[in-house]
């Protein structure tokens, strides 16, 4: 079964250039080819959910988004240009929250750093943090170390310090990944109201399926070794999502079936190759 061909063409609202683009994407690290040929595209305050069996290549692509890594051929666009590198526009929420935050700084302190390094006036930044941390459900935790806080709180306040940057793109690499079932789904109704409420776009990479067709209004899949694009499916499910009315229609059932069922496919290709 070639799983290539089950790719779907991408949504576009009219003729407006996509935030992000993928035009015959290629890379090579010391030989060995890492992503082939992949295309697609990100519209403006959509989020996209990326799937895939391991060496797929998702955090590959995020880090090319990043601009942490440039193409060996093809063109990765950003507004309808090359991307040349890091942009204050684009931010990375990172899975492994205890090492992005500074362990000497408080809350409001990890906030004021990004604020510090925006040159924001220093009377403005108690509002600032103070709207963030409500932003993310940490209000009157200001005082408080990462040490003191639970894991979700640590995440959350990456979420707060990566939102004061008011980023257009926000690359989110499984960070849910490592938190416990029921913190995981308060964060995932959490980041769907921040990306409504704010209009960022959102780019997140997962291996969680039901978190995919949950978050997503586009789920992209791709297959391994090297990556290169499978599918690629538009979510239909109205918002706001809600943990257990969404994920109990027929429609979020579908999906999450069709997901699977490509992601079986992927792993069986993969060990016949």
């Keep these: 079964m070639d799983l290539s061909a089950t790719q779907v063409p991408s949504a ?26 992949l295309s697609f595209s990100l519209e403006r305050g959509r989020f996209a959910c990326v799937i895939g069996p391991s060496g797929c290549g998702k955090t590959t692509t995020l880090r090319l988004i990043a601009g942490l890594m440039k193409p060996t051929s093809g063109t990765v666009l950003y507004e309808g240009r090359p991307i040349a590198g890091p942009s204050r526009e ?63 709180m640590q995440q959350r306040l990456q979420i707060a310090r990566c939102l004061a940057q008011e980023p257009r793109l926000l690359l989110m ?33 997962t291996h969680d399926l039901e978190e995919a067709a949950y978050l997503g209004d586009r789920v992209i899949g791709l297959l391994p070794h090297p990556g290169r694009m499978g599918i690629a499916i ?16 027929q429609a979020f059932l579908d999906i999450r079936r069709d997901l699977f069922t490509f992601i079986k496919g992927a792993e069986a290709q993969r060990e016949h190759a």
Excluded at 12 to 37: S, Y
Excluded at 103 to 112: L, S, V
Excluded at 239 to 249: E, I, K
């Design 173 to 205: 690499d499984e960070p849910f990944g490592a938190l416990d079932a029921m913190t995981r789904q308060t964060l995932q109704d959490e980041m769907q109201a921040i990306a409504a409420d704010t209009g960022t776009t959102v780019f997140f990479v």
């Design 234 to 249: 538009d979510i239909p499910l109205a918002r706001p999502r809600d943990q257990l009315t969404t994920r109990s229609q």
């Design 90 to 152: 684009v931010v990375v929420v990172f899975q492994d929250y205890g090492k992005a935050l500074l362990p000497w700084r408080t809350a409001a302190g990890n906030i004021a750093l990004v604020l510090e390094t925006l040159d924001v006036p220093r009377a403005e930044h108690a509002d600032r943090i103070h709207a963030l941390l409500g932003k993310v459900g940490l209000a009157g935790k200001s005082g408080l170390y990462p040490s003191e806080m639970s894991g979700g």
């Design 12 to 37: 576009t609202a009219g003729t407006a250039t996509p935030l992000v683009e993928f035009r015959n994407v290629g890379l090579r690290i010391r030989g060995q080819e890492i992503i082939r040929d």
